[in-house]
């Protein structure tokens, strides 16, 4: 779904809005304005299946041994690597 987040130029209202059509005007729920510009998103989404980063690993995500992790995250429940 064409879903963006928005902020406002007059009041600083931060809101998400559907924009169906690129040349949809959108208008700050809070004051009415048209002032508004659109923030840059980070984009999410998930998997139907393991994720499986380490070829150690079985299908559930965990190896027999020690707990494998990304760079990011130092092992545990990580939302960038599924781990």
Same mark, same amino acid.
């Given at each position: 779904m064409p879903?963006? &987040?928005f902020v406002c130029q007059k009041? !600083? &209202?931060e809101? &998400?809005?559907l924009v169906l059509k690129e040349d949809s005007e959108v208008f700050c729920p809070k004051c009415h304005s048209k002032e508004v510009n659109k923030l840059m998103s980070a984009c999410r989404f998930k998997? !139907? !299946?393991p994720?499986?980063?380490d070829s150690s690993k079985s299908a559930a995500g965990t190896s027999s041994g020690s707990k494998s992790s990304c760079a990011g995250c130092s092992g545990g429940n990580c939302s960038t690597c599924g781990l």
């Open positions: 879903i963006y &987040e009041c !600083g &209202e809101f &998400e809005e998997t !139907g !299946g994720i499986v980063l």
